[in-house]
């Protein structure tokens, strides 16, 4: 998988996607939910600024697949920035 750029500017549908991608590409199971996924399949203007994913995987799980998108775990271990 070629590592995308992202940056603050990234559109958050095409963060969805590229980070759907990577949990995919690890075999790893996830949906995203919340706001993000009213915005992503609804026709609203609401506009998230953060993304939901729900997953039984663990957490080194997660860092091994997120991490080479720039994002690291958080201090309270269950969000990723």
């Known amino acids: 998988m070629t590592i995308p750029e992202l940056g603050p500017d990234t559109p958050v549908d095409a963060l969805a996607a590229i ?3 990577a ?3 690890a075999g790893i199971v996830a949906t995203l939910s919340g706001g993000g996924a009213v915005m992503m399949y609804a026709d609203n203007p609401y506009l998230s600024r953060d993304l939901d994913f729900v997953t039984a995987a663990g957490r080194k799980s997660l860092r091994d697949a997120l991490a080479p998108l720039g994002f690291r ?3 309270n271990m269950r969000q990723f920035e």
């Open 73 to 75: 775990e958080c201090s």
């Open 19 to 21: 980070v759907s991608q």
């Open 23 to 25: 949990l995919e590409a």
